[in-house]
């Protein structure tokens, strides 16, 4: 038990001194709580005595009161003290993990899943919340208290004290052993709580395609496996530990026995007085009272020590931003030097290439289109530019300097993207818009929607600006969140502007209008576009095109377009597409 103590106490980082709070007053509880023996002992001794005086029972009454109103207060300041503690390491842990996630390779996030993510922040660390604090109280309190019992016997007989006290050490063992058992269970149980949240949150976003698809069946048997998975395995965590609990509850009631059976041979032989024997068993009764309770919360430890576990496993996840230094932006010219880049495995278990040995430059202030069949690199290219993944060989250079000298903060300052599967946060329109800027005030906010297309079916919104979206934007059309976040990259204001389709999902009828604000967006910028719209790329200062992770080709539309190859191909389907009609 000693190790999970010790990873709360490291766990409650801020909170320690709460924690400490907490166990000091839980012990000045059972102090108070042992006063009752105290009180015994003075009745017992007045009953049996001759002086039959009111202020025997005046000064028995006195000293369980003031046990009951110590206890009384003890409990309510320790419970405080538990909740601050408990609430507020979690807190500090939940936005330490956010912050972390920020500095995190994009890969882990392929890696671990949402639901995965998502069972460490809110079942993880709701199992820390709501119990670290008050388990390791109640336990060192239940502890402590049951030792003070067997010293104040020791003190009393030594005989009897020392039952007392070889029942807590065989207890303490026991519950050692509990503990270890239950491992094994606790973490399969802790792996099937991730994969319910995962099978869950699955389910529910993936609830269009069961629809479309008819598969309302199928969708409900793996939840449903998934569900009885965690059934199963939380109720083997809880079988496993009931031999050693019964185990444990035959200790403590046949060391109460033990105490029966001595105090009256003591007594019987005349070697313990008539007060002193009742007194002791009334004890045997009472000695082990709080040592239970505290062997009932440790059989939550092992739980607590996998949710730790868990919650600590994003910390060694390596991070992309260690050596990065706060450094001003002169020059928006981007470089790639001999770029690889890889993630993912093949079939044959090999990591896939996807970028090899890349170079090409992107002056300042001038407009670089990216085209390429499906999957040849050109997401990854420019995630590579926002550090999204740092380079497996090679450079990115920003302003001439390694991308990996700046801060990732102060590298995005300088970066906008605008993805063609947006997500909108559930907030409100007003602070999506303000996202890269918060500080900005509503009459800007208003500008920019106007230069955006977005400011005429913003306004016939429920509550306009202050309209509360949905999660991911889910209460707007796709073309609408599509200019949204166009407005939210205009008012960031980056010297960079990456625009991944950004026209994708936009109706016909506005897309004229939408080209002019992402003209407004891109004016005196360094503009990378993934695009496939002939009318995008053409008028592009440099056009790069992507193939299997290689740039087969470069150089202005009126160059490549003469030249066979793919921008040429690619060009002459898009026009043979424009002219498709239906025949009736």
């Not at 099937?192 to 269009?208: F, H, I, K, P, R």
């Not at 032989?269 to 009334?282: E, G, I, M, P, Y």
């Not at 497996?392 to 300052?413: A, C, P, Q």
Request: charged share 20%; hydrophobic share 45%.
């Amino acid at each position: 038990m000693l190790h999970i103590f010790r990873k709360i106490f490291k766990f409650a980082g801020s909170r320690k001194k709460l924690l400490v709070q907490s166990i000091g007053i839980n012990f000045i509880g059972a102090i108070f709580s042992a006063f009752q023996f105290w009180a015994l002992m003075i009745v017992l001794q007045g009953l049996l005595s001759e002086n039959k005086e009111l202020k025997i029972a005046l000064c028995a009454f006195l000293v369980m009161l003031i046990s009951v109103i110590g206890k009384s207060w003890a409990t309510y300041g320790s419970i405080i003290k538990q909740t601050e503690t408990g609430y507020g390491m979690v807190i500090e842990k939940r936005i330490h993990i956010g912050d972390r996630l920020r500095y995190i390779p994009m890969g882990f996030f392929n890696k671990n899943s949402l639901g995965n993510i998502t069972a460490v922040v809110t079942t993880s660390l709701g199992d820390v919340e709501n119990t670290a604090a008050r388990s390791l109280a109640i336990i060192l309190s239940g502890i402590l208290q049951s030792l003070a019992f067997a010293l104040a016997i020791l003190m009393i007989d030594f005989r009897i004290g020392c039952i007392v006290l070889g029942g807590i050490i065989i207890y303490l063992i026991m519950t050692e052993v509990a503990q270890r058992q239950s491992t094994k269970h606790s973490v399969l149980r802790q792996m099937a709580q991730e994969d319910l949240v995962e099978a869950t949150l699955e389910y529910v976003q993936g609830m269009s395609i069961v629809k479309s698809f008819n598969l309302e069946k199928l969708g409900n048997q793996k939840i449903n496996e998934t569900i009885k998975d965690s059934h199963d395995k939380n109720v083997k965590l809880t079988i496993s530990s009931v031999p050693l609990d019964a185990m444990k509850q035959f200790i403590v009631r046949g060391t109460s026995v033990w105490i029966l059976y001595t105090t009256v041979t003591l007594y019987l032989q005349n070697n313990l007085d008539l007060v002193t024997a009742l007194l002791f068993v009334v004890a045997a009764f009472m000695v082990y009272s709080d040592l239970e309770s505290a062997g009932n919360m440790a059989s939550m430890l092992q739980m607590l020590n996998d949710s730790m576990n868990k919650a600590n496993e994003i910390d060694s996840t390596p991070i992309m931003d260690q050596d990065g230094r706060h450094i001003p932006l002169n020059s928006a010219d981007i470089e790639f030097k001999n770029v690889d880049f890889s993630y993912g495995k093949d079939k044959n278990g090999n990591k896939r290439k996807i970028l090899d040995n890349v170079s090409f430059t992107i002056p300042n202030k001038t407009t670089t289109a990216i085209i390429g069949p499906s999957g040849s690199g050109k997401s990854t290219l420019c995630s590579l530019i926002a550090r999204f993944w740092d380079v497996n060989k090679g450079k990115v250079l920003i302003g001439g300097r390694d991308i990996r000298e700046y801060t990732l903060d102060s590298l995005l300052k300088n970066v906008s993207m605008v993805f063609q599967n947006v997500y909108l946060f559930q907030d409100t329109i007003e602070n999506n818009i303000k996202f890269g800027k918060p500080e900005a005030t509503h009459e800007e906010v208003v500008r920019i929607a106007k230069a955006a297309c977005c400011h005429d079916f913003i306004s016939k919104l429920p509550d306009g600006y202050n309209t509360v979206l949905g999660e991911g934007g889910g209460t707007l059309s796709g073309g609408e969140k599509q200019r949204i976040s166009i407005a939210r990259a205009m008012l960031k204001d980056a010297n960079i502007v990456i625009l991944d389709e950004a026209t994708a999902n936009v109706d016909p009828e506005n897309e004229a209008d939408l080209q002019k604000a992402i003209e407004a967006l891109t004016h005196d910028k360094t503009i990378i576009m993934i695009a496939h719209r002939l009318k995008t790329v053409r008028h592009a200062d440099q056009i790069l095109v992507l193939d299997k992770g290689h740039i087969v080709q470069s150089g202005k539309h009126e160059e490549l377009i003469k030249k066979p190859g793919i921008y040429a191909d690619f060009i002459n389907i898009r026009k043979q597409s424009i002219g498709w009609k239906l025949q009736k």
